[in-house]
C-alpha cells in the first residue's frame, strides 16, 4: 500500500515536471546513429573588442552593423530619429523609443552598449535604456558601475522581476554585451496561458539571468499579468532621456521547442 502511494507521488511529480522539461532525446535516432542529419554549418561570430565590433555568425538576421538603422522604426513607423555616427547609434532624448520593423519570437540576441561618459545623474537617471523583448519584458540598461539603485532595476535585471545573479558592469564609455536567450510566452485558442515566457542573460560575458520565468510583462512598479499575443513580435530599444549608444547588434530566432 504504502509502496503504491509513493509511486502515486512519483507518478504524479513526473507528470507535473514534464511539461518544463523541454530538450529531450529523440527516440526515432539510435544513439550515435548514423543516418541522423547533422546540423547545419555556419560561420560562427567573432569576440568584440574595446575598438571594433565582432562579426556576427553567418545565420544571424544583423539589426545594426554600425552603418544604418533601416532595420528600425520609430513608435509610428517612421524612420528611427536616433543618432548614427562611428559605427555606433545613440538614443537621441525625447525621440521615442525604436523598434525592429521586424517581429521576432524564441531568440537568441547580441546586444552591445556603452553607457554614456562621463557619468551623469543617479539611481534610475544614470545611462537608462532597456532591450524590451516583443516591446513587452525589458532587460534593463543602465550605467550601473560603482552607482546603486534598486536591485531589480540595475543593469542586466529583468526589470521589477529579477536583479542580476552578479553586477557585472564595465565603466562607463566601455563597450558591454548582452547575450539573451529568450523563449516567449504560449497560449492556447482560448488565450489560457500554457507556457510563461523564459529568459537567460550573459552580461559582459557572465551568465546573470538563470533561465529565469518571466511573471507578464515588466513595469514600473506594476507586474502585469500575461495577455494573448502573436508569438513574433517587434523587439524595442527604450529611450529614457538618456544618450546611451549602441552597437553589433543581432539575433537568431530559435525553434519552438514543442
Ligand atoms: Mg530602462
Known amino acids: 500500500m504504502r509502496r ?3 509511486f502515486c507521488v ?3 511529480v513526473l507528470a507535473s515536471i514534464a511539461p518544463f522539461c523541454r530538450a529531450q532525446v529523440d527516440t526515432k535516432w539510435k544513439i550515435h546513429d548514423p543516418d541522423r542529419p547533422a546540423p547545419p554549418e555556419i560561420d560562427p561570430a567573432t569576440a568584440s573588442t574595446q575598438d571594433s565590433p565582432g562579426r556576427p555568425p553567418s545565420d544571424a538576421v544583423v539589426l545594426f552593423d554600425g552603418k544604418d538603422l533601416s ?3 520609430d513608435k509610428e513607423g517612421g524612420p528611427a530619429k536616433w543618432k548614427v555616427e ?3 547609434f545613440e538614443v537621441v532624448p525625447k525621440t521615442g523609443e525604436i523598434h525592429t520593423r521586424e517581429p521576432f519570437g524564441d531568440c537568441q540576441l547580441h546586444v552591445e552598449f556603452s553607457e554614456p561618459s562621463p557619468a551623469k545623474g543617479q539611481d534610475q537617471d544614470r545611462g537608462n535604456s532597456g532591450v524590451f523583448l516583443q516591446g513587452l519584458y525589458e532587460t534593463q540598461v543602465l550605467d550601473s558601475y560603482q552607482s546603486k539603485t534598486y536591485a531589480d532595476g540595475q543593469a542586466a535585471a529583468i526589470y521589477g522581476q529579477y536583479p542580476p545573479l552578479v553586477n557585472a558592469s564595465r565603466p562607463p564609455g566601455q563597450w558591454q554585451t548582452y547575450d539573451i536567450i529568450f523563449h516567449g510566452p504560449r497560449f492556447d485558442a482560448s488565450g489560457k496561458l500554457m507556457r510563461p515566457a523564459r529568459e537567460t542573460v550573459f552580461h559582459n560575458g557572465v551568465l546573470v539571468q ?6 507578464g510583462p515588466t513595469g514600473h512598479h506594476v507586474r502585469p499579468p500575461y495577455k494573448p499575443g502573436p508569438e513574433k513580435l517587434p523587439l524595442a530599444l ?6 546611451v549608444r549602441y552597437r553589433n547588434i543581432w539575433i537568431r530566432e530559435l525553434k519552438s521547442p514543442e
Do not use: M, R
Not at 538563470?210 to 511573471?215: A, F, K, P, R, S
Not at 527604450?238 to 544618450?243: L, Y
Open 210 to 215: 538563470d533561465n529565469v520565468e518571466l511573471t
Open 4 to 6: 503504491i502511494s509513493l
Open 238 to 243: 527604450q529611450d529614457h532621456n538618456h544618450p
Open 71 to 73: 532595420k528600425w522604426a
Open 10 to 12: 512519483c507518478a504524479f
Open 86 to 88: 562611428n559605427g555606433y
